[in-house]
Structures are given as C-alpha cells and as structure tokens.
T-cell receptor, first 117, second 112 residues
Framework: EAGVAQSPRYKIIEKRQSVAFWCNPI?????LYWYQQILGQGPKLLIQ????????DSQLPKDRFSAERLKGVDSTLKIQPAKLEDSAVYLC???????????????FGQGTRLTVV | KQEVTQIPAALSVPEGENLVLNCSFT??????LQWFRQDPGKGLTSLLL?????REQTSGRLNASLDKSSGRSTLYIAASQPGDSATYLC???????????FGPGTRLSVLP
C-alpha cells in the first residue's frame, strides 16, 4: 500500500513569514494526525482529525497555527506568522479506526523539516 | 496527564551485542503501545505494536514486552547490526481513537 505522503520535504523561511504543509494519508484511513518534533525530542501532537472533524487540537497554538482537512482526505497545516521556535520537523500520520493490530497501527510520513531564520 | 520517558537517552554498542531499550509511562491505563524507529532526517517507521491485553510481540530480531501494572515496556534487539543504528521511540495510546504520547527516544549506535 502507498504510504503517507508529505510535501515539501524541506522549507526555509524568515520569521514572520507564512508557510503551509500538505499531507495525503493512506487511502481509507479516517484518522489523521499532525505532530511537531523539535530536535532531540519526541513528536508532540498538534491536531488530530477524524474524517474532516477535529478530535483534539488542545496543543495547537491557534494564534498562529491552523489546519484543515477538507473532504476528509488531504490535510494542510499552516503557520502564520512563523517564529524562530517553530523550527522543527512536522510529521503527518494516519490510522484506520478498527480492531486488530493492522487497523490501529499509525503510519507516518517522511516529515517536513522547517527552518525559520 | 500521561508522560513517557525512555532510558538511556543514548547507547553505543559493538556489533553483535544483545541490547535492551526501556520505556516508562506514568498512567498504566493505556490502550496500546507502539515502538518506532527513526533514521536521521526521516519519518517514523513502525516496529511493533502491543495491545494492552498482550504481554509481548516479536518481529525478527526484535521483541517488545509490556508490563502495564508497572508502567514499563522494553524493546529487546538481538544480535545488533550497524544497520540498527537509529533513534527508537515508544508511544502510548490512552484510549481507542486517541492520539499517541511519545517518549523522547533512545539514540542507538551499533559500531562495526
């Protein structure tokens, strides 16, 4: 099966600029996650979608970050305006809600490495 | 609030050694636990997933155990190889359909 696709792979922007990331989950996966991974740390959840509805966005800095998942498939994550501390890898993951190992396992994309200068 | 820790933070071993990576979580009421591998500059690759009702899972040279009551999981790697060099992350899911809480990872270097 095709994996989780993310683009771009790398992005360098100046602080106060805006940036957008795109994610295409595995076909049929209803759950989509965006994680932020700062260098040397484990990933931290930003937002979780179930189809096109938000399940958890409690850790999303809503004054500058926004995300949407129109039609319950692709998703975009936007930062506007960016700060230096937003430099991180942004990971997208998807899973299929169901029973059994395969169905609850989460699959991750390659990530987008963002550098804010 | 669930917190996940991993010990050691970094580990360097000669090729061929058997090794154990540790993961601890503060709330034992978990739905499942998943071990991931992350190569530099790459995303996460799933290694093993253990449901809360299971005690262990095996895949090739990897064996993961789960002790919910003590809030611990271990990842055992047998006969380590240089290709095993990567960061290993554990993550717990509290409830069905909820997100994963990750540990900070253990950076493993296997020397030829």
């Amino acid at each position: 099966e095709a994996g989780v696709a993310q683009s771009p792979r790398y992005k360098i922007i100046e602080k106060r600029q805006s940036v957008a990331f795109w994610c295409n989950p595995i076909s049929g996966h209803a759950t989509l996650y965006w994680y932020q991974q700062i260098l040397g740390q484990g990933p931290k959840l930003l937002i979780q979608f179930q189809n096109n509805g938000v399940v958890d966005d409690s850790q999303l800095p809503k004054d500058r970050f926004s995300a949407e998942r129109l039609k319950g498939v692709d998703s975009t994550l936007k930062i506007q305006p960016a700060k230096l501390e937003d430099s991180a890898v942004y990971l997208c993951a998807s899973s299929f809600p169901g029973t059994g190992r395969r169905n609850t396992e989460a699959f991750f994309g390659q990530g987008t490495r963002l550098t804010v200068v | 609030k669930q917190e996940v820790t991993q010990i050691p933070a970094a580990l360097s071993v000669p090729e061929g050694e058997n090794l154990v990576l540790n993961c601890s979580f503060t709330d034992s009421a978990i739905y499942n636990l998943q071990w991931f591998r992350q190569d530099p500059g790459k995303g996460l690759t799933s290694l093993l997933l253990i449901q809360s009702s299971q005690r262990e899972q095996t895949s090739g040279r990897l064996n993961a155990s789960l002790d919910k009551s003590s809030g611990r999981s271990t990842l055992y790697i047998a006969a380590s190889q240089p290709g095993d060099s990567a960061t290993y992350l554990c993550a717990v899911r509290i409830n069905y359909g909820q997100n994963f809480v990750f540990g900070p990872g253990t950076r493993l270097s296997v020397l030829p």
